[in-house]
T-cell receptor, first 115, second 112 residues
Framework: AQSVTQLGSHVSVSEGALVLLRCNYS??????LFWYVQYPNQGLQLLLK??????LVKGINGFEAEFKKSETSFHLTKPSAHMSDAAEYFC?????????????FGKGTLLTVNP | DAGVTQSPTHLIKTRGQQVTLRCSPI?????VSWYQQVLGQGPQFIFQ???????GRGNFPDRFSARQFPNYSSELNVNALLLGDSALYLC???????????FGSGTRLTVV
């Protein structure tokens, strides 16, 4: 079964600094990969989705992610952090086994942005 | 347009009790999925319903059950509550059950 690993449960950056959140998938190349953001006391909001059409995926709020098959990675980046980016971020992939409806999530990375 | 709405937003239950959580999908969406998010973890899949039929079930005990109504709204029921059931329960809807999920804000369940 597919699993997703997020390296670093907590990342702290200064406002204006580069944001890099790491995600690795475990098994065969997934057809999709996702990044979600969760603000305090809220549900999940889709940031971006990889669909194999392009390895560099642009999302909302200035975020982007690059799919690298050789590294089994799908890291999330943003060139310049803003205070409003402080939230928890989750990487997700389809659960293998032919299902097209079940997602498996990483444990999340809490992003703190310091003024 | 209204998003995915969940009710209640918070509730507190005692061990052994039963609870029902409710979800209204986005208008036109025929599929509802339920996820459990324990503090400090990513969401875990519980169920998906599509056109009122159960399409998939995660690794949860039979104490967890769900159903979908003709208007596509859904209920998640949990019987014989345990302390470990304390979590944020997220509902997500999509037009056809595929990965185009839209999540609701969740119901925070605390079992004491």
């Amino acid at each position: 079964a597919q699993s997703v690993t997020q390296l670093g449960s907590h990342v702290s950056v200064s406002e204006g600094a580069l944001v890099l959140l790491r995600c690795n998938y475990s098994s065969s190349v997934p057809p999709y990969l996702f990044w979600y953001v969760q603000y305090p006391n809220q549900g999940l909001q889709l940031l971006l989705k990889y669909t194999s059409a392009a390895t560099l995926v642009k999302g909302i709020n200035g975020f982007e992610a690059e799919f690298k098959k050789s590294e089994t990675s799908f890291h999330l980046t943003k060139p310049s952090a803003h205070m409003s980016d402080a939230a928890e971020y989750f990487c997700a992939a389809p659960y293998s086994g032919g299902s097209n409806y079940k997602l498996t999530f990483g444990k999340g990375t809490l992003l703190t942005v310091n003024p | 347009d209204a998003g995915v709405t969940q009710s209640p937003t918070h509730l507190i239950k005692t061990r052994g009790q039963q609870v029902t959580l409710r979800c209204s999908p986005i208008s036109g969406h025929k599929s509802v999925s339920w996820y459990q998010q324990v503090l400090g973890q990513g969401p875990q899949f519980i169920f998906q319903y599509y056109e009122k039929e159960e399409r998939g079930r995660g690794n949860f005990p039979d104490r967890f059950s769900a159903r979908q109504f003709p208007n596509y709204s859904s209920e998640l029921n949990v019987n014989a509550l345990l302390l470990g059931d304390s979590a944020l329960y997220l509902c997500a809807s999509s037009p056809d059950g595929s990965y185009g999920y839209t999540f609701g804000s969740g119901t925070r369940l605390t079992v004491v």
